[in-house]
Every structure is written in structure tokens, then in C-alpha cells.
């Protein structure tokens, strides 16, 4: 049983950065799958970006492509989105999530998690 908590949301102004992190216990996180998800007001949850079990491949959705990056620090088991140039299309909650297959792919649907945390708000203002 792996339990994720984020942490690191907050409220920025458009064109700001905030670097999300997805704290892991109970299981080392250097081979599970991780994503991180968003979902805002009236709208489905939806992939922003992912590392395969290895941390070798990521892969992010097109909408943050070149803006926001994921990495791992397999000693603090945590992951990190780190995310730059914030526009108030960003605002949601986000979420990151973990499961236990070793893919060569990044798993980009939400079915293919099965550890979540509580979710952290980031709320980009204009």
C-alpha cells in the first residue's frame, strides 16, 4: 500500500512558477509508475504528465509540453512537477497518483493508477 500526499499548490500570478510535489509512504516509489492529473470545476480529470516505473520515459500532455517538467528524487520519495509560465488555463486541483507496473510506457488514464492523494489547488490568477 503506497499513501501520496501533495503538497507545494498556491495561488500565482500568470507567468509564475510553483513546484508541486507528491510525497510517498508505506512503499519506495523508485519502481512504481507515477502521474500527475488535474481537474478543474465542471471538468473531468484529466493526464498533465507521467513517469514510466523506471523514470526513464516521460511523457506530458500537450497542453503543458515544454512548461512543465516531472522528476524524481528516489531518496526523499518524492516526485515533482515542476511547473513554469502558469496561465490561468492551469488553475485546478492536481492530483498525483502511483501504481505498481513496470510498462516501458507512461500510463495516461486515470483507470491506470491505483494509489491517489488528496490533491493540491493551484490557482494561477490574470
Known amino acids: 500500500q503506497v499513501q501520496l500526499v501533495e503538497s507545494g499548490g498556491g495561488l500565482v500570478q500568470a507567468g509564475g512558477s510553483l513546484r508541486l510535489s507528491c510525497a510517498a509512504s508505506?512503499?519506495?516509489?523508485?519502481?512504481?509508475?507515477v502521474g500527475w492529473f488535474r481537474q478543474a470545476p465542471g471538468k473531468e480529470r484529466e493526464f498533465v504528465g507521467g513517469?514510466?516505473?523506471?523514470?526513464?520515459?516521460?511523457m506530458y500532455a500537450d497542453s503543458v509540453k515544454g512548461r512543465f517538467t516531472i522528476s524524481r528524487d528516489n531518496a526523499k520519495n518524492t516526485v515533482y512537477l515542476q511547473m513554469n509560465s502558469l496561465n490561468p488555463e492551469d488553475t485546478a486541483l492536481y492530483y498525483c497518483?502511483?501504481?505498481?507496473?513496470?510498462?516501458?510506457?507512461?500510463?495516461?488514464?486515470?483507470?491506470?493508477?491505483?494509489?491517489w492523494g488528496q490533491g493540491t489547488q493551484v490557482t494561477v490568477s490574470s
Open positions: 497518483a502511483a501504481v505498481s507496473k513496470k510498462f516501458g510506457i507512461v500510463i495516461t488514464t486515470t483507470r491506470g493508477y491505483a494509489y
Open positions: 508505506g512503499r519506495t516509489l523508485s519502481s512504481y509508475a
Open positions: 513517469l514510466n516505473w523506471s523514470g526513464g520515459v516521460t
